[in-house]
């Protein structure tokens, strides 16, 4: 983007491509050619506006999502004793493109992207809002979130490196989070609660929960087999 005095505006040719992609069909296809023509700070300020609500949203909790993207990033997986590699798909994206296009096991078709707010159809409305200036502050927010992180060490960090998971608390998945023994609370940003993969068990009582949450898993794996 360009800086005049202190306000951040997008750049002529970040703002040719958003507006080619607003008037693309919505598809995944669409999103994975705009993730492919943006740069690296470009990428990540986007990502940042679809997951939050920029016009309200302050700036550190918009920097925290950011921070997820890029832990993403560097992870190379999560090893677990006795289940191997829990998260082997974070090795394959070891970039901010491949983390923001990587897709989930869940919906129909090509599967969801694993962040829910880059869905097509979504991301087209906050980019054609955000150029329509209909988005109070948010592009001095997540470009200067987007800018802080690609920084590195001259800007300190909300998140340790391993809290790679948000909810809302209100969300409807946020106590399969809440209680899922592979996963650490970390703490809440804004409106949103951060999670960690945990590595291993901290005590033989925890190694009990995670032993039965194994077996749940895999009688549930087994059963949708069978249907």
Known sequence: PG????????????????????????????????????SDEDNLAMGMLNESVASVDDLQSIQAIGETILNRASSSGVKYRGMGMIRPDFDKASNIKQVLTQRSGRGSGSGLFQYDGMEPTNYQTNVQDLLDGKIPGAVDKIYTAAQRLLDGDEMP??????????TRPDAPLAKDMELNPLLRYVTTVGKHDYYALEAAPESPDQQKIYDKYKEEQAKKRKKKKKN
């Open 3 to 38: 800086i005049a005095g202190e306000k951040i505006t997008i750049s002529p040719e970040t703002r040719k491509t958003l507006e080619t992609f607003v008037k693309m069909p919505a598809t995944r296809k669409s999103v994975e050619w705009v993730t492919n023509n943006l």
């Open 157 to 166: 960090r909300i998140l340790p490196e391993d809290a790679m998971f948000y």
